[in-house]
């Protein structure tokens, strides 16, 4: 067992790695890479050699290509850079020729100026992102001309509420390993994976910070610093990553007697991923408590009023489009006193989650309830029911300790996929209420050629639905024993 669950991982590995390959690939070489700037509003704004240099630039930083400017390359590869600089001689010509012979096409700016471009091929693209993909903290990271005495060590310490960590002197983060009351509750600066920043939305910020930082407004706290001051601060001590030293200023020489002092902030709302999942979870488990007894009952019943009743609400749901059913229950959820948008009322008010929860659990409950009804009157006609009618049991007991035992597998085996659906969230409900999750981001992304969001995404949604279908076949294991994954099992 252990080397089949050892041999799904790779594979479960191999195959998030394929598919996020694949979006690479697409997304840099099948989309026009001039359409990336058509919801950049800087670009705009400018002409001629500015935007030229603008556009180059932006394509370097997102792995489009290697973008030089002619100063960039004659001190790059002249051996005598001043006559490099000088113009049209023959040290010029020089380098400009050797680039060429290496790739790069070499062009000028309206102001005479030389500059050379190497456009990636779809493997080298591949190859330049996954080198950055994971990276490692580690003492040596730092590099500051500024500070050359900067110690360079791993030891034991203790945060601003005096519970012991891991730190770390010349590392980018000053807390490797730390605790606190969040879930999983332990947590590590020293290995993150780097898909690059968001463009052109939220533009030079991690994507997996827009996804999973906080919204809304900062909030405070009182909070110990290093120095022993003590403020109402934002910060969030844990995140504090190594600052330039020509960057300090005063603000951080009062709270921190080091240059980690470059952090995060808190802020009074959940994450865009949080939300999704809170609401998922909650709408998920009350289709659960709805839809099984309902199909289960429906099972039993079946053929009298309450089956009829059941599949005519299951064929309702299914043919009504799911929009026209959100604007139906939200009207009904107004008359009430119920927001129509989410932000009406904001994270703090629950009246604010019972629309959105109500229609996410309601249009999950025909399927659930369709397939519980389905597997339950299937079992319901095997050998091992008629044996048991047979010896006398009254039918809650065949449905309850036998029938039941069977159906729900292949339900339980749904579970972690129908877990992991709620944290992509719901595109068209949080679209309705203008809820701030995850249900836009992706169809978002792809409509502003946002490239590095989308791929992160893809990797996020690849990678938990991929190991969702491994953990459902664990799931059935534990229900029932019988049930073996192995090659020797059945």
């Known amino acids: 067992m252990k080397k089949y669950i050892l041999s799904r991982i790779i594979k479960s ?3 998030l790695f394929v598919v996020l390959s694949i979006v690479i690939v697409m997304l840099f070489t099948l989309i026009p890479r001039a359409n990336i700037f058509k919801n950049d509003t800087s670009i705009q704004r400018m002409k001629g050699d500015e935007k030229t240099s603008y556009m180059y630039s932006k394509w370097d930083e997102l792995g489009y290509l290697d973008y030089l400017t002619f100063n960039e390359m004659c001190r790059a590869s002249a051996e005598d850079v001043d006559a490099c600089l000088a113009g049209d001689t023959d040290e010029s010509a020089k380098v400009l020729k050797e ?3 290496n790739g790069y096409t070499i062009a000028q700016f309206n102001n005479g100026s030389y500059y050379g471009y190497y456009e990636y091929s779809p493997f080298e693209i591949l190859r330049n992102f996954y080198s950055h993909f994971i990276q490692i903290d580690h003492p040596n990271k730092v590099v500051d001309a500024d500070n050359p005495d900067l110690e360079r060590k791993y030891y034991i310490g203790s945060d601003e509420n005096g519970i012991p960590a891991i730190m770390c002197s010349g590392c980018e983060y000053k807390y490797q390993v730390y605790f606190d009351g969040n879930f999983p ?11 690059g920043t968001s463009y052109p939305t939220k ?32 910060l969030i001590q844990h995140s504090c990553r190594y600052k330039p030293t020509s960057t ?45 007894p309902a199909g289960i009952y429906m099972a039993r019943k079946k053929g009298k009023l309450a089956d009829k009743i059941g599949i005519v609400y299951i064929n309702f749901l299914i043919a009504v489009p799911s929009l026209a059913f959100i604007f139906f229950v939200k009207q009904i959820g107004q008359s009430f006193g119920l927001p129509d948008k989410f932000p009406h009322y904001g994270f703090g008010d629950i009246r604010s989650y019972i629309l959105p929860i109500i229609i996410l659990a309601l249009l999950s409950t025909s399927s659930l309830m369709m397939w519980t009804r389905r597997y339950m009157i299937d079992q319901s006609n095997a050998d091992y029911v008629k044996f048991a009618r047979a010896k006398g049991l009254s039918e809650s007991e065949i449905f309850n300790r036998h029938i039941l035992k069977n159906a729900i597998i292949p339900i339980v085996n749904q579970i972690p996929v129908s877990i992991v659906l709620t944290i992509s969230g719901s595109v068209i409900t949080e679209t309705v209420f203008a809820i701030p999750g995850m249900g836009k981001m992706l169809p978002d992304s792809i409509n502003m050629l946002n490239n590095n969001m989308v791929i992160t995404l893809t990797f996020i949604f690849t990678g938990l639905s991929v190991f969702a279908v491994l953990v459902g076949d664990l799931l059935m294991t534990v229900i029932d024993p019988r049930i073996k994954l192995t090659e020797k099992g059945d």
């Open 185 to 195: 509750f332990i947590h590590q600066n020293i290995v993150s994976l780097d898909f």
């Open 13 to 15: 590995i191999i195959a």
């Open 248 to 292: 300090l200023d005063r603000m951080d020489t009062t709270k921190f007697t080091d240059n980690y002092a470059n952090c995060d902030s808190a802020y009074d709302s959940p994450s865009m991923i949080s939300t999704s999942l809170l609401f998922g979870l909650v709408s998920l488990f009350l289709a659960y408590i709805i839809a099984i």
């Open 203 to 234: 533009v030079g910020i991690d994507t997996v910070k827009v996804i999973a930082d906080g919204q809304g407004n900062a909030k405070l706290t009182e909070q110990t610093f290093p120095t022993g001051s003590v403020q109402n601060s934002p």
């Open 99 to 101: 680039y060429e012979d």
